[in-house]
């Protein structure tokens, strides 16, 4: 074993969760350590890891962007013919955990994927810088290319398309909803002794338990 990387260790001491200080809904308990960890100035506060299965069963993973979250779930965009657009057509079940190592918390969300509307997703896209826009366009994303020389032949072309300013959404870029079906909140404690408090989805409701760290 590399000692170097096993004795690698904090012991986490910032905080507490207890099941009396939780809301009732976890979407609920989500928008108070939402807003605690952006008042912390956490770099990419929205950025989390979002997982999905292929058609073999393998698991996948990648780091998408927060944009929104309702009392609905939360929402991500992204290209639809990507690999995680077709995991996610062809398996809609996915997680998303977010990792706040400044506040010593993970939220892990398990729910079901769904495409938001046309109308949502062009709301959005309106509001990205032109580059963002442009960018949309040029890159056939997860798909193999013969060197960065396509992109930026690309980003030639399409600028020149679009040259007035006016750039519509690609027709394979949008939204996802992510209902969820449990929510886990974890929090840090000393000696591995963590708080992990999961909101499960229980017919119109949420039951709440306490996990074993």
């Known amino acids: ?34 807003k605690e960890a952006v008042d912390s100035e956490i770099f990419e ?22 944009k929104d979250f309702t009392n609905e779930g939360f929402v991500f965009f992204t290209n639809y013919q990507s690999n995680k657009g077709r995991q996610i057509e062809n398996n809609e079940q996915v997680c998303l955990l977010f990792f706040w190592k400044e506040l010593e918390r993970q939220v892990k969300i398990k729910g ?30 997860s798909e193999h290319i013969s060197s960065r020389a396509v992109l930026e032949e690309n980003v030639r072309y399409y600028t020149g398309k679009f040259a007035d300013g ?37 017919n119109d409701g949420w039951k709440l338990q306490r996990l074993a760290p």
């Open 166 to 202: 006016e750039v519509p959404r690609p027709p394979h870029w949008g939204g996802y909803l992510i209902r969820p079906v449990s929510v886990e909140f974890w929090q840090g404690r000393s000696s591995r002794l963590h708080d992990r408090l999961l909101y499960l989805k229980e």
């Open 45 to 66: 506060v929205n950025a989390m890891t979002l997982a999905t299965v292929d058609k073999r069963g393998a698991a996948d993973a990648r780091i998408v962007l927060l």
């Open 112 to 141: 079901v994927a769904e495409k938001i509307s046309a109308a949502d997703s062009d709301a959005y896209f309106c509001s990205r810088p032109l580059g963002s826009r442009i960018g949309a366009w040029c890159s056939p994303q």
């Open 1 to 34: 074993m590399n000692r170097s990387i096993a004795d690698i260790r904090f012991d986490y001491k910032l905080k507490t969760l207890n099941e009396t200080d939780v809301a009732d809904t976890p979407l609920q308990q989500f928008s108070v350590w939402w």
